[in-house]
């Protein structure tokens, strides 16, 4: 991929989606970018608080399966690379309510792949490790494994990366995949591991741990996961999937250390509470085939977990009204009963 482009990027307003919007625009000023999002509780306009009015940069506000304003978005920016964040995200709201994880991830993805299709556009589509499955000890997925996803929200990203890769097999559409690791940075909504035990730590609060805490993850720092997909967008093959993380993991009770270390708080507000069904323990990829395009990871996991941490201690103004807001309602309903069966 060379010379000026003009990007879609479906779900910009989103943790990486807007990390991925920063750093573009940054290193590709030349670039059109329009931000197609649906804004729901974890798209945020002020995740791209600071780079609103740059020249090239425009907003609309849209559900990725809504085919017709897709299909006049890109018409009417002439569109000629869509890179698609959008989706639900999140693996415990999966288990609370999963049909929306269909409509988004799964639909969605369809209808973009239509709307392609139609005008002759190359898709980049995210995906995730968590569609390999949980990794026993000693792999690590490469690429051509078998998916096998177990909770709703990898089970969505899976059968979309299986329409992605059909229209390419089908239509000879060009599509290239990403599947990324634990993302920490930024901006991450406050529902998943890094920014909760962070943000839970600054508030004094518990940190609720599922089961025994030994289940392994990447983490891998979003600029990592930017650069990434960067790589690929520009010297990736069509049709080929590529893994982005760090190819290291840790245990939640590593990460856990980290964050408190980092924000200076104390152990005792570790709870062990009652596991999530269906728990991946353990997700680990090879990402030889991403090095093999030129780049390198710039964080380990240990220096991303911390990174992110800080960023949540330096960035109240982001994340307390969040906190103060619907999101008490969804930790009540998640972690209520959890915390109250593990009280000390
Ligand atoms: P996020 O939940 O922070 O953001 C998702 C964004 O998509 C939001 O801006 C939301 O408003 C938008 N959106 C949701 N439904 C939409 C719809 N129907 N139409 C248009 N926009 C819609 O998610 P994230 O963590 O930034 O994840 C982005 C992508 O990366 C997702 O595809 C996710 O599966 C993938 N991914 C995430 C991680 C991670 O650790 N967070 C890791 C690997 C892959
Ligand atoms: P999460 O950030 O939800 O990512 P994923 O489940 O998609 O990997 O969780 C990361 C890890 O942290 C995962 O093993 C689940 C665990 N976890 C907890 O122990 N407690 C929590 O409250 C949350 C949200 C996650």
Redesign the pocket.
Same mark, same amino acid.
Do not use: P, R
């Given at each position: 991929m060379t010379g000026h482009h003009a990007l879609l990027v479906? =779900?910009g307003? =989103?943790?990486? =989606?807007s990390n991925f919007v920063r750093y573009w625009l940054k290193q590709h000023p030349e670039s059109k970018v329009v931000v +197609?999002?649906?804004?729901?509780y974890? =798209?945020r306009k002020e995740n791209l608080h600071d780079v609103w009015g740059s020249p090239g940069l425009s907003l609309v506000v $849209?559900?990725?399966?809504d085919r017709d304003l897709v299909r006049r978005t890109c018409q009417d920016h002439a569109i000629d690379l869509i890179v698609n964040?959008? *989706?639900?995200?999140h693996v415990d709201q999966s288990i609370l309510g999963p049909l929306v994880f269909t409509d988004?991830n799964v639909r969605?993805t369809h209808v973009l792949l239509e709307v392609a299709r139609e005008l002759g556009i190359r898709l980049h589509h995210?995906?995730?490790d968590e569609v390999y499955g949980h990794i026993r000890d000693g792999h690590q997925s490469v690429e051509t494994d078998e998916l096998a996803p177990r909770s709703p929200y990898a089970a969505s990203?899976a059968a979309a990366d299986q329409l992605v890769q059909a229209y390419a097999i089908t239509y000879g559409l060009s599509v290239t995949i990403t599947r $990324? *690791? &634990? &993302?920490v940075g930024p901006y991450? +909504?406050p529902e998943?591991a890094v920014p909760l035990f962070s943000t839970n730590a600054l508030l004094g609060e518990p940190l609720p741990v599922y089961g025994d805490g030994q289940q392994m993850r990447d983490y891998a720092h979003v600029e990592d996961h930017c650069t990434g997909i960067e790589a690929v967008l520009l010297k990736g093959k069509a049709g080929e999937v590529y893994n982005v993380g760090t190819g290291h993991e840790m245990t939640n009770l590593e990460m856990v250390d980290i964050v408190l270390e980092t924000l200076g708080q104390d152990h005792r507000l570790v709870r062990h509470v009652a596991d999530r069904p269906g728990h991946d323990r353990r997700y680990s990829m090879n990402v030889d085939k991403l090095r093999a395009l030129g780049w390198t990871p710039k964080y380990d996991p240990r220096q991303a977990v911390a990174e992110a941490a800080r960023w949540y201690a330096d960035n109240r103004w982001w994340w307390e009204p969040i906190r103060r807001g619907a999101f008490r309602e969804y930790y009540q309903k998640q972690y209520g009963e959890r915390l109250e069966a593990a009280r000390p």
């Open positions: 479906t =779900g307003c =989103g943790f990486i =989606g +197609y999002d649906k804004l729901t974890a =798209g $849209g559900d990725i399966g964040f959008a *989706a639900e995200t988004t969605g995210i995906s995730t990203k $990324g *690791a &634990n &993302n991450q +909504y998943k």
